[in-house]
């Protein structure tokens, strides 16, 4: 149980298009999920908290219009990298959590981003 | 605010020995402490957590940590390491009155010598 999906896994695009990452919670309905970014051989870094039906918290210091998250519904978040640069390269991450288990998070595989 | 150290970025061990990663926290509130594994290219697969009651926890694989309140520490430990531990491990905090939001240690990843 508490599976989560991120599609796709990888993704290259040319800089200055737009890319959109999709995490899904499969078995359980998410009533809060997070996004992280993590660069080479560095700890998670919180982008964003997104609770099903509002708008997104973001952290300090990542712009919201660069990064568009988007939680439609219960088991679906998604991430828009709008206008991607090189410097956007990363692993990103999206976790999930409950309702009921709210302090725990469950992990999606990650994407990770090229932008040429 | 809340934090989280993780005293050395890489540890080393020889197979079959004790695994020791250290973790120290700061939190104003009752803090949950997680440990994570993270093999490469993957997301992170939970090792186990502390919430409330009992302070030793054991989690997959055979690895426990306990929970020291007076020392503010997490540390994980396994008896007997195997080659397959090798990966990357973190430590994590969050609380109730930050929404859940978790706050990761920086990392410490774990060599197994044959």
């Known amino acids: 149980g508490a599976v989560v999906s991120q599609h796709p896994s990888r993704v290259i695009c040319k800089s200055g298009t737009s890319v959109k990452i999709e995490c899904r919670s499969l078995?359980?309905?998410?009533?809060?999920m997070f996004w992280y970014r993590q660069f080479p051989k560095q700890s998670l870094m919180l982008m964003a908290t997104?609770?099903?039906?509002?708008?997104?918290?973001?952290e300090q210091g990542v712009e919201k219009d660069k990064f568009l998250i988007n939680h439609a519904s219960l088991t679906l978040s998604t991430l828009t990298v709008t206008s991607a640069h090189p410097e956007d390269s990363s692993f990103y991450i999206c976790s999930a959590s409950t309702g009921t288990l709210q302090e725990t998070q469950y992990f999606g595989p990650g994407t990770r981003l090229l932008v040429l | 605010a809340q934090s989280v150290t993780q005293l050395g970025s890489h540890v080393s061990v020889s197979e079959g020995a004790l695994v020791l990663l250290r973790c120290n926290y700061s939190s104003s509130v009752p803090p949950y402490l997680f440990w994570y594994v993270q093999y490469p290219n993957q997301g992170l697969q939970l090792l186990l957590k502390y919430t409330t009651g009992a302070t030793l926890v054991k989690g997959i694989n055979g690895f426990e940590a306990e929970f020291k309140k007076s020392e503010t520490s997490f540390h994980l430990t396994k008896p007997s390491a195997h080659m397959s531990d090798a990966a990357e491990y973190f430590c994590a905090v969050s609380d109730q009155t930050g929404g859940f939001k978790t706050i990761f240690g920086a990392g410490t990843r774990l060599f197994v010598k044959a």
């Open positions: 997104s609770n099903e039906g509002s708008k997104a918290t973001y």
């Open positions: 078995d359980f309905q998410a009533t809060t």
